[in-house]
């Protein structure tokens, strides 16, 4: 399931003046609010972005006509990608030199290699610095260099039915607060697993056997980063990483989670906690309130059949010898230039169109997915208009006081590809095995081993 991955300061702040520095990769050597000053040539900056949020589109035309009102010899072209097709299309214009000038994205090194992400911190005002939430702004940051302006701090977490929790006596609230061990996990999620009158079961977990997320929050909250740590060492090859595994397999044994689990998509996953057929669901954003609460007022309008759920926002249960982490993926606008390198100016009023779509206005997007903002002036322009249940925003911001991320941005090219390839062509079809009950956690932790070993020398 494809999340924004998980969504304009104000016209004031889009055209504060930034200090002059010396030339870096693909950029200027001239302060960008300078592009006020210029002789008002025409240009053109080329915007690709996703559908961040139910809405983004407007918000997208409305913070471009904002702009424009300061700058309107800058055109603004953009476009909103499918989540599906909108990556492929990227790498095909990346590829051939000739990637838009914004792109909605995390931060990534293969964007570096390439040479033509454009480094900000030439850019960056006193101002504009001060702006972002402490730890917000390293988000867009590659090896400590600014090469993102972060729009969102998207959460992964998990999510439970409010009723099955309650109706299993748990403390809900607490474990928002407090998190919870695998232990203690294993022992609530069989308490809500169980026959129901029609006959049909209602599990204690539901995931799915096609994406990654699952077996990657798990590790991490065993105290693993990542398939790799930050300097490009395998690290699934220790206790660990079988830790994991074991408790994975634990709760297919326990009959927690279906045993058809290796063949669910995410829209099966997501279904079966629609119909209250899961307590909890991997992975849950902090969207899923606003969703589920659309979804309410459909069946409320008969527009759609089916139960109306109350959605709780959970953390990821943790390994007992390490602490809760949460996912966080920092997304916003990547600058790039084209192998036709359109020059100084033309990278300056690139700058003021991102900073324009970055900031305080911008900060809808948080608000509608409901995460915690990344600047100041988002959090004062939507103070009091939160969308999210009181309990599950303070949960969110709960979550974000230990968090980890991907270690793909601190990679080179090479490390990247290879991470890639062994997630899809190791990880995946372990996992898959494993839901199966075709290999035992040992097995896999072997496989992980080895095939570590040949891909990365280690």
């Known amino acids: 399931m494809k999340v924004s991955k998980l969504l304009a300061m104000t016209v004031a702040l889009s055209l504060v003046f930034v200090s002059a520095c010396s030339k870096k990769e693909g950029g200027t050597n001239a302060p960008a609010g300078e592009a006020a000053k210029d ?37 603004v072209e953009y476009e909103v990608l499918s989540w599906a097709e909108g990556p492929k299309k990227f790498d095909i214009a990346l590829n051939a030199g000739d990637p838009p000038d914004l792109y909605y994205h995390a931060v990534s090194g293969h964007y570096v290699n390439t040479g033509l992400a454009i480094q900000l911190d030439q850019f960056l005002t006193p101002e504009i610095k001060d702006d972002y939430l402490p730890g917000m702004l390293d988000l867009g940051k590659i090896q400590g260099k600014q090469y993102g302006l972060p729009l969102t701090a998207g959460q ?8 099955i929790l309650e109706e299993a006596g748990v403390d809900w609230k607490k474990i928002q607060e407090k998190g919870w061990t695998w232990s203690e996990f294993s022992d609530i999620a069989k308490k809500m697993t169980k026959k129901l009158p029609d006959g049909s079961m209602q599990y204690g977990l539901a995931t799915d056997g096609t994406s990654l997320d699952f077996s990657q929050l798990i590790a991490q909250n065993a105290g693993l980063v990542d398939v790799l740590d930050e300097k490009g060492k395998f690290i699934w090859n220790d206790d ?6 074991k408790f994975i ?25 629609y119909d209250s057929k899961a307590a909890v669901i991997s992975k849950a954003l902090p969207y899923y309130d ?36 949460t996912y966080v993926m920092g997304e916003g606008y990547v600058m790039f230039k084209q192998k036709n390198d359109k020059g100084e ?12 779509l970055s900031g305080a206005k911008a900060g809808n997007s948080s608000n509608e997915l409901n995460l915690p903002f990344v600047r100041k002036s988002q959090a004062k322009m939507y103070e009091g208009k939160g969308k999210a249940q009181k309990y599950n925003w303070e949960a969110a911001q709960n979550f974000m006081k230990s968090t980890t991320r991907s270690v793909e941005s601190n990679l080179d090219v090479d490390k990247s590809t290879k991470l890639k390839q062994f997630q899809e062509q190791v990880q ?11 290999k035992t956690p040992e097995k896999i932790a072997e496989e992980f081993k080895t095939k570590g070993k040949q891909m990365f020398g280690q």
């Not at 109306?308 to 959970?314: A, G």
């Open 39 to 75: 002789d008002k040539k025409p240009d053109t900056v080329k915007v690709w972005a996703y559908p961040v949020h139910g809405d983004y589109e407007k918000d997208i035309k409305e913070l471009i006509a904002d702009f424009n009102k300061q700058y309107p010899h800058i055109k």
């Open 156 to 163: 992964w977490n998990w999510g439970g039915n409010k009723r």
């Open 240 to 245: 660990k990483i079988l830790d994991s595994l």
């Open 249 to 273: 397999d634990g709760l297919m044994k326990d009959g927690v989670m279906p045993k058809e689990t290796g063949g669910l998509n995410p829209q099966q996953r997501t279904q079966m906690f």
């Open 290 to 325: 606003t969703i589920i609460a659309n979804r309410n007022k459909d069946i409320d309008a008969g527009k759609v059949k089916g139960e109306k759920i109350e959605f709780v926002l959970l953390p990821v249960p943790h390994h007992e010898n390490a602490p809760g982490k």
């Open 345 to 356: 100016q033309h990278a300056k009023n690139a700058f003021l169109v991102m900073e324009a």
């Open 428 to 438: 995946k079809p372990a996992i898959q095995a494993l839901f199966a009950g075709e």
